[in-house]
């Protein structure tokens, strides 16, 4: 297999990458100003949480200087009656929160994706509304509607008394979900739907054995949105709880504003760490799913 | 493909009528609610009267919250900004970095965004105090400063003024900053990302330089981007409740804590309503310019 | 085998979208049996007139019969028809016995049946064995036999396929066009095939049917098709050809003339054309039976035995040479400039009479080779 006539070049193997190339033009990540920006950004990003968290072990009530490492405001944290059964209550929220707002959610793409129907601009815009109303807004909208128009029973049982709460983080929650589900449905190949039908599929069996399976990574997606929105709200909250329905972020501002000890990085960490793991699941579970071949 | 929702009207109805029903009822109601609300008076500790009168909205124009809402555009503004100057290059550093690098730092750079709003700007608090990191920080270079000083025979400085980082309004847009940048971030990656390299390619080797490049091709090509990420930062930073109530002084204060204290102490529900609602119109004014461009943009193709 | 009950009638189909007429009153008739097609060109309303047939469509006008039955009023569940889309669309979430089983599923046949069923599906698309593989573990061509199979378990009166071999490679496309033809011989239940490709559609079918813009132009074999069409349209779809317009000259039972202006010599058919004296017609020359014999300089016209004095011979020179392999194309210029395909087959390895640029030729051809078309 002798190239004759060709000149064969001296190196045949392509040269090895010397370990300090020099980057090219446009790979902007690793030129010195673009590197430390990022470097410069991350750090301005990670430290106050990291001192927060770090400081949560600090043997000090004031919480200024280090003083020593210590476990007690940890345990003072999980002593807090009112601490736990606001943790409590922010689950079992974002729980039925998230249920339902991805039942709605998908309910909403579905018909968006699907129907061609008078009125769908208004109802596409109004669907977009929760997530572009600015929170505080749609707090005060919360606050009025349950203490007016539709006022919410005292003295429920729990966990009954947490409807208000719940409705309230269900209504600005499923549009987003909405939204995420609705992404993953225009990648829907429509045959799959007509193939179904053709061979004896009624519409419920449709949706179920066709459309619901293809929808279900952008459920997963939404329904982890959703239950992060509702665990991490603050103001929608902070208009529609009373004082026998606290929220965990809620309960955190009131520490906060009466007295900054430790335990309140102890509870804040207990939050970080909870919302982190819950998106390393989700993410984790989005990846692995198997890949679904366009048949 | 789309159908038309004769064609189907059962299975449109199942669909359709939980969400809209839902939508209407808890969310379109409490803001009409509200709308009707900045038409009202109070008429007594817990009645209200629908006068139709238009005296809210006059008084939320008043020189006092006209200024306070100027303030809080300012602030909100300033905030985009200073997002913008830091999140472009740290998006650009993503979007052309290596494969397994670029999921790596989006992920960095999202993860705070995943903790609670509340934690965050605590965070801040003892970062930014008299007695915070910051202060603390300085007060070490200074002191080592002074140190030096000394050493080479000049007086040593006085003693370290800790700067005042906190309830103040440099606070207030340092908070926001630090809550906002990884919503800037990502819009402006997905547009870099998407980006045809090779413009930007055929501009360095027509002789323009990097900084000449990003003005003259970049920008213009990720307009829309930029737009959605100024969008997505402005929106919130001009709502916002928790930064100003945690990190701001008693002159650093939104509309979203004015209207707060209208709900919740001063018990002046038509206007708090009334300025509710001028923030939405706001809010609404900000997305309709963001449209604009984006049509102009793409119009430009 | 076909027998002769139309087991399909399209009866004055129309079908509008907003002003758009996609199908414009195609009257047509499908035999039990048959392995139809109906070929044409994209957008010729040949997909819209299979998916009005499958239920996914509803006809603006007329009437579709199954067994004689009106369907209008079923939906696409409840048809005696099964469709193979042309993305196969395999659900890709379910493995390929569940697949297959999907529709026997859905008619609540018993277990046990539809194991049995399902086997014998995959066996005879041959994929047995591979009932517990996942879709995207398949190749394309191993996804269209789980849609044929899926399909074909149900044991439809038809099946309908929507361009069954364009997403396939050329190896793969012969080896499946056997395979289609020997599964319905097989199966023996009729086939309606959709395709662009004239090629496939003359391959496969039995009987074609040629749309145009909506309409049906022309049903027929596909020999008849490709030697007698009846249109201009249906004869340069179909094949490549030659066109000449000109006038008739002459037309009695058994003989017509043709006189074109791009041909220095009159076109001389053995056949009568029903067309009135004068009246503009086409003539089609199809590329194979143009003869090419080599011209010497200053020669007297040669003649072809079954035509008069000089019909059906024109002189030209060679313009152009494409070699194929296992023939040769020619293009020839006429006195007059217009340009005519044909070729020759190479049956020997050596150049016999070795045709070069810009050597002059006669072109000649039999007086049964042209059709002549009025429209």
């Known amino acids: ?295 | 493909m789309e159908q038309s929702w004769k064609q189907a009207k059962a299975a449109f109805a199942a669909i359709a009528v939980p969400p809209v029903a839902w939508l209407v009822l808890f969310f379109l109601i409490p803001l009409a609610v509200i709308w009707a609300y900045t038409f009202g008076e109070n008429t007594g500790p817990v009645t209200i009267d629908f006068t139709g009168t238009f005296a809210n909205y006059a008084r939320a124009l008043e020189p006092l919250y006209l200024q306070i809402f100027g303030k809080s555009l300012i602030i909100a503004g300033l905030t985009t900004v200073l997002c913008l100057i830091i999140g472009f290059p740290v998006a650009l550093a993503i979007a052309f970095a290596s494969p397994r690098m670029k999921a790596w730092l989006l992920l960095l750079i999202m993860l705070p965004f995943w903790t609670n709003l509340l934690i965050r700007t605590f965070a801040l608090i003892a970062v930014l105090r008299e007695q915070g990191y910051v202060n603390f920080a300085l007060e070490w270079l200074w002191n080592n400063a002074s140190g030096f000083m000394t050493l080479i025979g000049l007086q040593p400085f006085g003693d370290y003024e800790p700067l005042t980082l906190l309830y103040n309004n440099t606070a207030v847009v340092v908070g926001l900053v630090y809550v906002h940048l990884p919503f800037m971030v990502l819009p402006l990656y997905s547009a870099l990302d998407r980006m045809d390299r090779s413009l930007m390619e055929a501009s360095l080797d027509l002789g323009a330089g990097h900084l000449r490049t990003i003005w003259a091709v970049v920008v213009p090509l990720a307009a829309p981007g930029i737009a959605s990420g100024v969008l997505i930062t402005f929106i919130p930073a001009l709502g916002a409740y928790l930064t100003p109530d945690l990190l701001g002084g008693t002159d650093s204060q939104m509309i979203a804590n004015v209207i707060e204290r209208q709900f919740k102490r001063a018990n002046d529900w038509p206007f708090g309503a009334a300025l509710s609602f001028l923030l939405m119109y706001l809010t609404f004014i900000a997305i309709a310019a963001q449209a604009f461009v984006q049509r102009k943009a793409e119009r430009r193709g | ?375």
């Open chain 3, 1 to 375: 085998m076909i027998k002769p009950n139309p087991i399909i009638s399209f009866e004055g189909i129309t079908k509008r979208f907003g002003k758009t007429i996609a199908v414009d009153s195609v009257n047509l008739q499908i035999q039990e049996g048959e392995f139809f097609a109906l070929l044409g060109p994209s957008g010729c309303g040949k997909t819209t007139l299979l998916r009005m047939l499958a239920g996914f469509e509803t006809p603006s006008e007329g009437r579709i019969l199954i067994d004689g039955k009106d369907i209008a009023q079923l939906p696409p569940n409840k048809r005696p028809v099964n469709i193979v889309f042309q993305s196969y669309a395999v659900f890709p979430h379910m493995k390929v016995s569940d697949n297959v089983a999907y529709g026997l599923k859905m008619d609540g046949v018993a277990p046990g049946e539809i194991k049995t069923r399902v086997a014998e599906a995959l066996s005879l698309v041959k994929l047995d064995g591979l009932g517990d593989r996942m879709p995207d573990q398949l190749s394309g061509g191993q996804r269209q036999r789980v849609a044929l199979a899926r399909a074909l378990v149900k044991r439809p009166r038809v099946l309908l396929l929507d361009e069954p071999l364009s997403a396939l490679d050329a190896k793969l496309r012969d080896q499946m066009r056997s395979e289609l033809t020997s599964l319905q011989e097989k199966v023996g239940i009729t086939f309606i095939m959709v395709t662009h490709d004239q090629d496939e559609a003359l391959a496969i079918a039995t009987r074609c049917a040629v749309m145009h813009r909506g309409v049906l132009t022309q049903v027929a074999t596909p020999a008849d098709l490709y030697e007698f069409p009846n249109s201009r349209f249906v004869a340069d779809f179909v094949g490549s050809v030659n066109m000449f317009e000109g006038v008739l000259e002459k037309d009695e039972p058994n003989e017509a003339q043709v006189r074109c202006a791009e041909l220095s010599a009159p076109v001389y058919l053995d056949h009568g054309v029903t067309g009135a004296r004068g009246a503009t017609v086409w003539v089609a020359l199809r590329p194979e039976k143009i003869e090419m014999h080599k011209r010497a300089e200053g020669s007297t016209a040669m003649k072809m035995e079954d035509a008069p004095g000089g019909a059906n011979v024109v002189p030209g020179v060679i313009r152009d040479i494409v070699y194929l392999g296992s023939e040769t194309n020619y293009e020839i210029e006429l006195e007059g400039g217009r340009r005519v395909r044909t070729f020759r087959s190479n049956l020997t390895r050596y150049d016999q009479e070795d045709f070069t640029w810009d050597e002059p030729v006669w072109l000649a051809w039999h007086a049964c080779s042209p059709a002549v078309l009025l429209s």
């Open chain 1, 1 to 295: 297999m002798a190239d004759e006539g060709l000149v064969t070049p001296p190196r045949l193997a392509a040269p090895k990458r010397e370990k300090r190339e020099k980057p090219g033009p446009l790979e902007y990540a690793r030129q010195w100003p673009l590197q430390l920006i990022v470097g410069a950004t991350l750090v301005f990003l990670y430290l106050p949480l990291i001192t927060l968290m770090v400081f949560s072990f600090n043997d000090s009530r004031r919480n200024i200087v280090w003083q020593g490492f210590t476990f007690k405001y940890y345990e003072k944290a999980f002593a807090n009656d009112s601490l736990i059964q606001a943790f409590v209550n922010s689950l079992t929220i974002a729980f039925f929160c998230t249920i339902i707002s991805v039942i709605l959610g998908a309910l909403a793409a579905v018909m968006l994706w699907r129907f061609r129907f008078p009125g769908k601009t208004v109802v596409e815009g109004s669907m977009a509304l929760p997530i572009v109303v600015p929170e505080i807004c749609m707090g005060v909208a919360m606050l009025v509607f349950f203490a007016r128009v539709m006022p919410w029973p005292t003295g429920l049982p729990w966990p009954l008394n947490l409807g208000a709460i719940t409705i309230a983080h269900i209504s600005f929650a499923f549009p987003f979900v909405a939204t995420v589900v609705r992404a993953r449905l225009s990648s829907f190949n429509r045959e799959l739907e007509e193939a179904a039908k053709d061979l004896g599929a009624s519409e419920w069996r449709v949706f179920w054995d066709v459309l619901v399976p293809h929808m279900k990574p952008g459920l997963i997606a939404g329904a982890l949105l959703a239950f992060t929105l509702s665990l991490d709200d603050f103001v929608i909250t902070f208009f529609t709880s009373g004082p026998d329905t606290i929220t965990f972020p809620v309960k955190v501002y009131s520490m906060l504003r009466f007295s900054v000890t430790p335990e309140v990085n102890a509870a804040s960490t207990i939050l970080i760490v909870v919302t982190v793991a819950l998106t390393a699941i989700g993410l984790h579970l989005q990846n692995q799913k198997p890949k679904e071949g366009k048949a």
